[in-house]
């Protein structure tokens, strides 16, 4: 199974950016699509941003042209470059892989925004 470790959020002003990693164990990682999620306070948990191992991504809607998906397959990590970031963008962002039902989730890093 995928191991999941997070890292790289903190409390930034609005406007700001940040830069989130997740390193994975296991071999499985370049063969496998992975996500980023974040879980706001009282909201459910809702996908951020996706890559396939070929690289294609996907967004929200609400980071698109904001957030930014990547993936080095050579060091087992996945990125999410979060710009212009909003007091909205408040949450706990979590990493999974593989982006299927038993996929394995990271531990969450914090990311707060302040106005």
């Known amino acids: 199974q995928v191991q999941l470790v997070e890292s790289g959020g903190g409390l930034v002003q609005a406007g700001g950016s940040l830069r989130l990693s997740c390193a994975a164990s296991?071999?499985?990682?370049?063969?496998?699509?992975m996500g980023w999620y974040r879980q706001a306070p009282g909201k459910q948990r809702e996908l951020v941003a996706a890559?396939?191992?070929?690289?294609?991504?996907n967004y929200a809607a609400s980071v698109k042209g904001r957030f930014t998906i990547s993936r080095d397959n050579t060091k087992n990590t996945v990125y999410l470059q979060m710009n212009s970031l909003k007091p909205e963008d408040t949450a706990v962002y979590y990493c999974?892989?593989?982006?299927?039902?038993?996929?394995?989730w990271g531990q969450g890093t914090q990311v707060t925004v302040s106005s």
């Open positions: 890559i396939t191992s070929g690289g294609t991504t």
């Open positions: 296991g071999s499985i990682f370049s063969i496998n699509a």
């Open positions: 999974k892989g593989p982006l299927t039902t038993f996929g394995s």
